[in-house]
Each structure stands twice: as structure tokens, then as C-alpha cells.
């Protein structure tokens, strides 16, 4: 049986940065991913806020993170964990691809978009309902789209989509964008794009395809209809923690509690990236988080 030093959950920009940490320290790592190396940041069009890269596309980032990783000898293994119990010293992984057994174990499986709740949004989803501009953008070729949300990967993600669509509306709760300015300035000048603030959507309706939302003014409760071809999802993301949740403390919004060296309630278990409670959430700031986390795996496994 193998018994890896580290398991790291998730080859986000946190778990391969991990990897590349601890595969240098010649510790024995896998790296346990089950989608696709680079997460959420191989589906990001281009990052411009990534030191070292004027502008990079998220999938090249995680092709070259990858390979980094590897090349100092972390190994990939294509599986789900369910869930991740401590059997003494060490810890054992239950994943649909059989059990992995480690000393130690970093967390760093990531998020997955939010639902916004409303009728029609789950009948539709592969119908004209998406939740990444980047995969399905070019199927919206000349024709009228929604985003809702008013965060970064919202705008983001609406300003990708004016590439292919004909007119992106962005539907947002607020009179505000919580995204960063840089991005709030590029949108709101750009002829493609049309602002409904104060608004929600009440709800996505269509035949076999999507065909409008009905938007609500949550000032004037009045409602309107926009026919729209595709509606994109952007608010929020849900962290992936079921898998650990008896072995950590959570935040109320539903993340990990890090103690100050990086540390979970369970010796030998860390987290990084997404699935932590901070103030940022970035490419950069998961970087950082794995970069702490596997050198807290360094410190620990050095003191047993
Ligand atoms: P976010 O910052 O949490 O924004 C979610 C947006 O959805 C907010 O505008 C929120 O409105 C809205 N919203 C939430 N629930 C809603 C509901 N039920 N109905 C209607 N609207 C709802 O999420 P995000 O944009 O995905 O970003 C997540 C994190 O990743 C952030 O820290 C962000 O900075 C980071 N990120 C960074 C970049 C980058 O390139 N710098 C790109 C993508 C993401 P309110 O504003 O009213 O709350």
C-alpha cells in the first residue's frame, strides 16, 4: 500500500502551487482532482492581475501549473473524494477511484457556482441556462444574452461574452458593483452592454430553449420582460467542504478556519484556497494559501 506524505484535494491554482511546494521538498504527493487541473481557473478567459504575466488565459496557467508541478515529481490521480476520516496517524481518503492513504492532507478542493433560486433556472441549465461564459459564450453567436450578478466574475464574464453575443444585459440586485473598478469602468462604456440595476430576476421562461426573463424592479416592485437567448449565472460560489466538515471548523458563510500557521482543528490536516475563510479570492491569493499550506505540511511532518 502507498502511503503518501501529502494528499492535496483540488488542482486549483492552490493545490498545484501546493504540489510544487512539497514535490521540491521531496515529499510524496498526489495531487487528487475530479474535473479539470486548474479548477475554476482553467475556465477564467484571461487573468491580467497575475504577477510575472501581462495578460495569461486561466487554461494555459493551469497547463504550465501542472507541468510544474509534476516535473518535481507530484503525482495526478482523477478521482472524487467523498469523504476524508483519521485512522490514527494517518488519514484515509474514500474516492470513486478506491482509498488513498496519507500523513497528511491539504484541502484544497475549491467552489462550485450558486444557484440564484429562481423558476425556470434549473429546467433550462444546458438549455440557455449556464454558469461558465467561457464554455458556452460561442454558442450565444449574434443573439442576446442576461448575466446576473454584479461581482467580478460577473462583469468578467459579460464582457467575455460580448465577443460572440449580439447585447449582454446584466441584471444586478444593487445600484452598486461590488466588482473592481477596473472592470466596472470597461463596462460601462462598452457599446454591447446594458445595465438593469435595483433588478432581480424573477423568473426564466422559454419552450424547448430559453426565450426571456421576467425582471423585477425592487424599488417599484415593477416587472418587465426581456427576450433574452441564454441567461449566465454569476453569484457566488459554494466551497467544497462536505468531504472534511467533521474535521474542521467552519466560518457562518460555510468555509475552513485556519488557524494562524495554516493549521485545520486536525493535526495534519490543511486547507487552502477557495474552500478557506479570507478577504480575498483570487488566482494570487490561493497561490499564497498553497504556498503556506504545504509548508506547514513541511513543519509538521518534520516534527513527527
Ligand atoms: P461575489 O463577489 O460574491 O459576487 C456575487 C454577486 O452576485 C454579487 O454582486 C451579489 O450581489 C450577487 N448575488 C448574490 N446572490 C444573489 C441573488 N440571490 N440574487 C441576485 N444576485 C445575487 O462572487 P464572484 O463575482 O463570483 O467572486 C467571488 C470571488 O472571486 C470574489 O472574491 C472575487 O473578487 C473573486 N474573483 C476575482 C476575479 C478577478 O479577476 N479579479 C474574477 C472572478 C472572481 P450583491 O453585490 O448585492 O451582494
Partial sequence: MNIYDVAIVGGG???????IYTGRAMLMTVIIE?????????????????????????????????KQATKFGAGLMMADVSKVEKKGDLFLLHTDNGEVTARTVIWAAGSS????????????????????????????????????????????????????ASEVVIIHRRNEFRAEKIIQDEVRKHPKIKLILESVVEKITGKDFVESVTVKNVKSGALSEHPVDGVFVFVGYTPHVEAVKELVTLSPTGRILLKPDGATGTPGLFAAGDVVEKLVYQVATAIGCGASSATAVEHYLAGH
Fill in 13 to 19: 491554482p492552490a493545490g498545484m502551487t501546493a504540489a
Fill in 34 to 66: 475530479k474535473g479539470v487541473a486548474g479548477g475554476l481557473m482553467a475556465l477564467t478567459d484571461k487573468l491580467e492581475n497575475v504577477p510575472g504575466f501581462d495578460s495569461i488565459g486561466g487554461g494555459e496557467l493551469s497547463e504550465l501549473m501542472l
Fill in 113 to 164: 457556482p450558486r444557484k440564484v433560486g429562481v423558476p425556470g433556472e434549473m429546467e433550462y441549465i444546458g438549455r440557455g441556462v449556464s454558469y461558465c461564459a467561457v464554455c458556452d459564450a460561442a454558442f450565444y453567436r449574434d443573439l442576446r444574452v442576461a448575466v446576473i450578478g454584479g461581482g467580478d466574475s460577473s462583469l468578467k464574464e459579460a464582457l467575455y461574452l460580448t465577443r460572440f
